[in-house]
């Protein structure tokens, strides 16, 4: 039986997986749709993404303003800490973050709705991000908040300067950057 349980944000989930373990070593169930819609979580995907990062590598903080994508997220080799900020005006969250650690050891996804920013930074010498998304990737309607933005003051448990793709060095700040409704 899956669990969620919901985090600071209600709408976004920790996925917690049922795992069997003994002397050989593990299985759980990494997906299963009806299991989720019987937990309350029901979405369609359309498409599964697997990134592969270094030490101190920083991905994010990504969304999508038109066609804005849900996202099932987790960890199969290392360890991240992974970030999401509540980027729906009208929500009383609104500019609120809240971060988990995912992990090949504690085997736990997040569920990450529409209307979310997403990142995260890598803490194991490297780690295999996989996601599944509820729409595709279309990069005109990507945008990236800007992770280090002091509105924010995300907590990132890294000392100095992450190693971050060029556009993620320029996000927009969230005074500047475009939200949902």
């Known amino acids: 039986m899956i669990r969620l349980t919901p985090t600071e944000i209600p709408d976004v989930l ?3 997986p049922r795992v069997f373990g003994d002397e050989r070593g593990f299985f759980y169930e990494s997906y299963n ?3 989720l819609a ?4 029901d979405a369609e995907f359309v ?7 270094a030490r101190g590598v920083l991905r ?3 969304y999508q303003i038109e066609h804005p994508q849900g996202k099932l ?4 080799a290392g360890e991240v800490f992974d970030v999401v900020v509540d ?3 009208s929500s009383p969250g609104f500019g609120k973050w809240v971060g988990v650690k995912l992990s090949e050891d504690n085997k736990q996804s997040l569920w990450i ?3 979310f920013a997403h990142g995260f930074l890598v803490v194991s010498d490297f780690a295999d991000f996989l996601y599944k998304t509820t729409d595709y990737w279309y990069p005109e309607f990507e945008r990236t908040l800007l992770w280090s933005d002091p509105a924010l003051a995300i907590c990132w448990p890294i000392d100095g300067t992450p190693t971050l793709a060029a556009k993620d060095a320029v996000g927009q700040p969230l005074a500047l950057a475009d939200v949902y409704p």
């Open 14 to 16: 920790l996925v917690e």
């Open 33 to 35: 749709r009806r299991e």
């Open 38 to 41: 019987s937990a309350g979580l």
């Open 47 to 53: 498409q599964d993404n697997h990134s592969r990062s």
């Open 60 to 62: 994010g903080l990504h």
């Open 73 to 76: 997220v987790r960890v199969t």
């Open 87 to 89: 980027m729906r005006k």
């Open 113 to 115: 709705p529409s209307g």
